[in-house]
């Protein structure tokens, strides 16, 4: 009586390697959560509306504030001009910003290219809506598409490309030549674009994430996915918006409403202030981010890791293979949190089809006594595994 999609679907990853570190008492660097609880201000922010505010439903879309402040920030930061009352809708999460968009625009047979490594909601969402999903597997260490790859993937059939930069588990940032190569395939097919952005805020080396909503002949095929819990850092909050053109805004807030229909009303008015009145954290904080990804990255190449080049999100990804390592990613990761105390997630696990098996995820959103622990221990784990 389950339907097919759902019938056995495993355990998340996530949740495993989590359960796992609870069990083992280790050092958790595989779910993608910060140590720290966030930003002060806008948490009391928050508070405020809490005790002083309505808590009752606010409007379906999200509340005009929160509406107006997600497009101020979009404006500041992209140079993006949104209407808050005809394109912005809020969201309880970012991957019920996808359901809505999955739900709303895929029909039944239409096909959906997918690029791999990918999140794990994408499939059972896209294959629920009745999506055919066309998987295209990028490899390490650049994990970048071609024109070749386009070719095979795009068809007559092509309803929908789901697009995810910076891109998570590898920590990438899709380069302009990239994102012109997907809006030329979007327009000549006459395909929407559906692009979860929610590392966008998270690039270093002064890099500048571009939305591909940005780039010619995509404003009004683009449904961009954005989250406030990534932008500050409270992956709890679940807060998410979705950005469209009033026509595809129309049918997103239709599946939106009849799958949470709002989203807690303090929350919206903290985000709200946030982003309004804590401008200084989106400098502070992917700053922060870097130099924790400077300092885990040194530890581990000191250790004998190959790392991988992170060019935003919260991961940075070792090469087991080149660092003298024999074990696939999933053997590794469970004698890492076993034997050695630290939670790492393979990122085979991201991968439908034909996996890279020898690249593992590790998060270093966390503080420093934390990360100089966590090296430490992986240092055995590859003084024992290594050859």
Request: aromatic share 8%; hydrophobic share 45%; charged share 20%.
């Amino acid at each position: 009586m389950v339907h097919p999609v759902f019938d056995n679907l495993p355990t998340t990853i996530f949740e495993r390697m989590s359960g796992l570190s609870r069990r083992h008492g280790a050092i958790n660097l595989g779910q993608g959560f910060p140590d720290d609880q966030g930003p002060l201000p806008v948490r009391e922010a928050a508070a405020r509306a809490l005790i002083e505010g309505s808590n009752q439903y606010p409007p379906m879309r999200g509340l005009p504030e929160l509406r107006a402040a997600v497009a101020g920030h979009y404006q500041r930061a992209h140079g993006l001009s949104l209407d808050p009352e005809t394109e912005i809708t809020v969201t309880s999460g970012a991957t019920e910003a996808l359901a809505a968009a999955f739900l709303s625009l895929i029909s039944p047979g239409d096909e959906v290219v997918l690029f791999q490594p990918l999140y794990d909601a994408y499939l059972p969402l896209v294959r629920r809506a009745g999506g055919v999903p066309r998987l295209v597997r990028l490899s390490p260490p650049e994990w970048r598409f071609d024109r070749a790859m386009l070719e095979a993937a795009f068809s007559d059939r092509t309803r929908m490309v789901v697009l995810n930069s910076p891109l998570n588990p590898a920590g990438t940032v899709a380069p302009d030549e990239d994102l012109v190569l997907l809006a030329e395939f979007c327009v000549r097919h006459d395909v929407l674009a559906v692009c979860d952005e929610v590392w966008e805020a998270v690039v270093f080396d002064d890099r500048r994430h571009r939305p591909l909503m940005t780039f010619p002949g995509m404003r009004e095929r683009t449904v961009k996915i954005g989250s406030a819990g990534k932008l500050f850092g409270m992956t709890g909050w679940k807060v998410g918006f979705l950005c469209a053109a009033p026509a595809l805004t129309r049918a997103l807030a239709s599946a939106h409403q009849f799958l949470t229909f709002t989203t807690p009303p303090n929350l919206q008015a903290g985000v709200a202030w946030g982003l309004d009145n804590h401008r200084a954290w989106f400098d502070a904080m992917p700053a922060a981010l870097q130099r924790s990804r400077d300092r885990l990255t040194a530890g581990l190449r000191a250790a004998g890791y190959v790392v991988l080049e992170s060019q935003g999100t919260y991961f940075l990804n070792v090469d087991l293979t080149a660092s003298g390592i024999v074990l696939d990613d999933v053997a590794f990761c469970e004698r890492c949190v076993a034997e050695f105390g630290v939670a790492a997630i393979p990122v085979s696990a991201f991968f439908a089809d034909n996996p890279v098996t020898n690249v593992v995820r590790l998060c270093f959103a966390k503080t420093d006594e934390t990360l100089d622990a966590a090296i430490q221990r992986l240092a055995a784990a590859r003084a024992a595994m290594g050859r």
